[in-house]
């Protein structure tokens, strides 16, 4: 099956990022055939500077890289580099219903965040159902929140099908297992809008620091603790094993064990679990040589994709045949 996500260079990866989703698209990899891309044109609804939006797709692909994308697996590429999803996209755009648009939640949502309204947050939608169907994408995988997106692109791609015959595949959602919250250092859900974030590769003293201020409630070390409120609990659940979350959840109902304690232990399973991470992540840090190169294949294996794609579209909408 072939599968396709998308992740936009907005800024540092944290662990929400790859406990919410990214740890499931790289074991999607291992059984499907997967196509990935750095979605750049997306991020430049945002308007940031050229330098930053560079170095935010290079250090995203080394992110990935380090955390265990297999260039051999799956195609891998920055979105810009194949500039066929952005012809396709127009096309699509003349198919597309403004009412459609207008009643996608992700614009209100953003605008609602303090995003300055522009024609490409708008469209996102468009553009997005490009990426999906330019490369016959049967799965995609996507939090629940993110269903909607899915449905407008089937509904996009039907619409052109029903005019211009059977060209594009219709995409299903693969919404992902259910996972716990990652909170943030100040409780709320772990996002960079809140500015609550813990950086996938930030310095392991950072990390600690961070994870030392996480908010807690004001509960008494001897007391007993609802290890379900607990958002140090949350944390624990991401990386402890089994057996030893079970020994940490008697100990909150039991009382005696306070926060403290806990936090210490999650700060060494972090930096147990991500350590390998890390230190493959400073190895490109170093061969960044081999980075792009890697960039620069995936998008050639993934025009060639697109390009066939975009070849039917035309066909099918009269811009082919003149030759």
Same mark, same amino acid.
């Given at each position: ?141 996507? @939090?629940?929140?993110? =269903?909607?997106?899915? *449905?407008?692109?089937? &509904? ?5 099908? %029903?005019?211009?015959? /059977? ?92 926060? @403290?304690?806990?936090? =210490?232990?999650?700060? *060494?399973?972090?930096? &147990? ?5 890390? %230190?493959?992540?400073? /190895? ?40």
């Amino acid at each position: 099956m072939r599968v396709l996500s998308g992740i936009q260079p907005s800024g540092k990866l944290h662990i929400g990022n790859f406990f919410g989703a990214m740890r499931q698209h790289l074991q999607l990899q291992a059984d499907n055939e997967g196509f990935y891309f750095i979605a750049d044109y997306h991020a430049l609804t945002t308007n940031p500077q050229a330098d930053e939006l560079r170095q935010r797709c290079l250090d995203v692909a080394m992110d990935y890289l380090a955390l265990g994308l297999d260039p051999e697996k799956t195609v891998f590429w920055r979105q810009s580099d194949v500039p066929e999803v952005t012809e396709l996209a127009w096309i699509l755009s003349c198919v597309t219903p403004m009412g459609l648009l207008q009643r996608c939640t992700s614009y209100k949502d953003k605008v609602a965040q303090g995003l300055s309204p522009n024609h490409g947050l708008f469209a996102y939608p468009v553009l997005q159902a490009a990426d999906i169907v330019a490369f016959d994408s049967e799965c995609v995988p996507v @939090g629940q929140d993110q =269903k909607q997106h899915i *449905e407008v692109t089937r &509904d996009i791609a039907q619409r052109f099908n %029903n005019m211009y015959g /059977e060209v594009f595949v219709l995409p299903d959602e693969h919404i992902l297992e259910s996972v716990a919250v990652v909170p943030g250092v100040d409780g709320r859900k772990m996002s960079k809008s809140y500015d609550n974030t813990i950086e996938i590769f930030e310095p392991e003293n950072k990390v600690k620091k961070k994870v030392m201020r996480i908010k807690t409630d004001s509960t008494p070390v001897e007391e007993p603790k609802d290890p379900d409120q607990c958002s140090i609990f949350a944390m624990l659940k991401l990386v402890a094993e089994k057996d030893e979350l079970a020994e940490w959840r008697e100990k909150y109902e039991k009382g005696g064990t306070g926060y @403290g304690t806990v936090k =210490k232990r999650v700060v *060494e399973l972090l930096h &147990d679990y991500f350590r390998p991470y890390r %230190n493959k992540r400073a /190895e490109l840090e170093d061969n960044q040589d081999y980075v792009k190169k890697v960039l620069a294949d995936g998008a050639e294996r993934a025009r060639a994709v697109a390009r066939t794609t975009l070849d039917k579209v035309r066909d099918a909408v009269g811009m082919g045949g003149l030759d």
